[in-house]
Structures are given as C-alpha cells and as structure tokens.
C-alpha cells in the first residue's frame, strides 16, 4: 500500500492541497475522506473542485447526502459526486438511495463518513485522512489500488507538496 503523509499548517495548506489532488484526479476515481468534524474534509474537497474548474458554489452536502458537480477533464465532461454521509441512519439507506449506481468509471465519486455505509460503499481507490494538529491538520493519503498509486505518483511530482 503506498501512503503519502504531510502536516498542513494552516487553511492555505489545505487549499494547496485539493489543487494538488484536482491535477491528477481521474474518472473512474473513488476517494473516501476519513476525519471528525471540523477536520476539513469539506474545505479540501471544495478546493479540489475549484481547482477542477468548477467556478459555482461548493456546499457541504450534510443534508442532501450528495452534491453533483460537472468538471471538464481530459477534454470531457465528467461528474463528480460529493458525498456526506454522516445524516445516514443504516448502510441500507445508501442502497436504497440509488447512491451505489453512481459509482463507476464514469464520475468521480467523494464521500465523507464512508464508515456509514459500511461494506455496501464500494472500496476507494484512495483513502484521505485528515487529522486536527494544533492550528493544522495531519494528512495521510492511502492508495488502494492501482488507479490510486497513478495518482499518488503524479502527486509525488507536483513541487511544493
């Protein structure tokens, strides 16, 4: 398993961050973020879709469960899925959501609290733990499959990171 592990001193660095992870993001890709409230999985994720090209307002998908997003990527249109599933009651919700059809090669799917679905989510191909640390944040990236260590390595490339 490769991992990549950092320590964001502040917001800045957790912006720079998700326009790291916008550069090598991939269709097909699925990310579940890991870390309490507060820990900044919404503000990476939001940088990470600004950064993509997404210029309209990114919100924390708390309530809704998901928020769709069209991205341009590799000179197509692509998806991408922000999921928040701390609200969900069981694992079951997510089936019975539809939430399961969305995953694929197709979109990029992002899901906050993957814990709440339990083994009903499919598994990520990159895992993202953020950890409060003082006035910063702990990051561990963890590839999980082949599609993951791609983006881990083009990651590695990216200076300042």
Known sequence: MQTWKAH?????????????LARVLQPGLNVHLHGDLGAGKTCLTRSLLHAAGYGGRVKSPTYTL??????????????????????????EEFIEAGFREHFGSA??????????????????????????????RAVELRANSAQGATCLDHLHLIPNL
């Open 8 to 20: 964001l001193v502040d917001e800045a660095a957790t912006l720079a961050l998700g326009a790291a």
């Open 66 to 91: 998901v928020e769709p997003y069209t991205i341009r990527l590799q000179e197509r249109d692509v998806e991408v899925l922000h999921f928040d599933l701390y609200r969900m009651g069981s694992p």
């Open 107 to 136: 979109s990029i799917c992002i899901v906050e609290w993957p814990e709440q679905a339990g083994e009903l989510l499919p598994p990520p191909d990159m895992d993202v733990f953020l950890t409060v640390e003082g006035h910063g």
